[in-house]
């Protein structure tokens, strides 16, 4: 079982390749638990330009980068629900003083939000959904079929990051010589950036690594492309979950050792 409270990491070496800044934030977070943090970003976080948008009946954000990026250039009247797809996108609009109406008790999906009960608008209603660029349409989709207004508001792009070439290797040799144990992987994009960013060494490690992602969705994915390691799902993309499944990975493996 994953643990409420995280116990010492120590002796516990974590591939994090979350964007910046998130993997400097998990990766402070892993050291004052005793663990060792490798910080790879596989993801690159690039804002664009918005203009100011209208009003709106729901603003829906679809993560934190969504809100960091997007808040900013939002209408919001007092009859405005805001809605957050997870907890960590929910933190991130309470730290800039937007209320929180709808976000999902577990899971942080788009399917996971639009099961809550809260959600429910009238039809006609006008809906803005703020992400980034390219993201999944499934929320788009069911608020139209529901006979809702719907905008997008693309405040970010995702692009593959440029990476050291020596830094790489430094890494994958480590990774080779057993010093690196787990990798994280918080999206599906990530596992893909990750094959592309590696060597020949690295995406051998990566393959046979021992991974945590935040769902069934991402574990599905790192299987079609081949990765053949230990597959531990934390149940949310938010640093808490992926530290307690870091955590129950972790005692396992020194169980067995």
Not at 195 to 219: N, Y
Request: aromatic residues 4%; neutral net charge.
């Amino acid at each position: 079982m994953i643990p409420f409270v995280i116990p010492p990491l120590t002796g516990l070496s974590v591939l994090v390749t979350r964007p910046l800044p998130q993997a400097d934030a998990l990766a402070t977070t892993l050291r004052t638990k005793g663990a060792e943090a490798v910080v790879l970003p596989a993801i690159e976080i690039r804002p664009r330009v918005t203009a100011q948008t209208g009003e709106y009946d729901l603003v829906v954000f679809v993560s934190v980068n969504a809100v960091e990026h997007g808040a900013r250039s939002i209408v919001r009247s007092a009859t405005t629900r805001v809605a957050a797809i997870g907890k960590a996108t929910a933190a991130a609009l309470t730290g800039i003083e937007w209320p929180v109406h709808v976000v999902p008790d577990r899971g942080f999906t788009s399917e996971s939000l639009l099961a809550h009960p809260d959600l429910a608008i009238q039809a006609g209603a006008r809906v803005l959904i703020v992400r980034g660029s390219g993201g999944r349409d499934v929320l788009q989709q069911t608020f139209v079929a529901q006979g809702l207004s719907v905008d997008l508001l693309d405040a970010y792009e995702r692009i593959l990051p440029q990476i050291d070439a020596a830094h790489r290797d430094r890494l994958e040799a480590d990774w080779t010589a057993g010093e690196i144990q787990v990798a994280t992987a918080t999206s599906v994009e990530t596992l893909s950036n990750l094959l592309a960013l590696l060597g020949t060494a690295g995406r051998e490690c990566l393959l046979r690594a021992p991974l945590i992602v935040p769902s069934p969705r991402v574990r599905e994915a790192a299987q079609q492309l081949g990765l053949r390691g230990e597959c531990v799902v934390a149940g949310g993309a938010d640093d808490a979950s992926i530290l307690g499944a870091l955590a129950y990975w972790h005692a396992r493996a020194r169980a067995a050792a």
